[in-house]
């Protein structure tokens, strides 16, 4: 049977560096991705924020609470 060649202490230390590079490559990729949701969240919000005024104020204006099919019907 054929032993696998040892690694030496200083093959063993770079690899382990190496690792640790790359998973702190890894940890900051998946922070920017973060951010990037969390606006994407953020801004989503205040699209629904957005509508919902629209909505409220479309209501108040025509004197009645209508749903939302009727407003589509009558916008168009």
């Known amino acids: 049977m054929a032993r696998r060649a040892s690694l030496t202490l200083a093959d063993k230390e770079e ?3 190496e ?3 790359d998973v702190l490559s890894e ?6 991705e973060e951010q ?5 969240v953020r801004q989503a919000r205040e699209q629904v924020r957005y ?3 629209l ?3 479309l209501s108040r204006d025509w004197g009645k609470n209508p749903g939302l ?3 589509v019907r009558r916008l168009g």
Do not use: N
């Open 36 to 40: 990037y949701l969390d606006e994407k």
């Open 15 to 17: 690899s382990l560096l």
């Open 69 to 71: 099919s009727d407003l």
């Open 19 to 21: 690792s640790q590079r």
């Open 55 to 57: 909505l409220a104020l």
């Open 51 to 53: 509508y919902e005024e």
């Open 27 to 32: 940890v900051s990729r998946l922070r920017r």
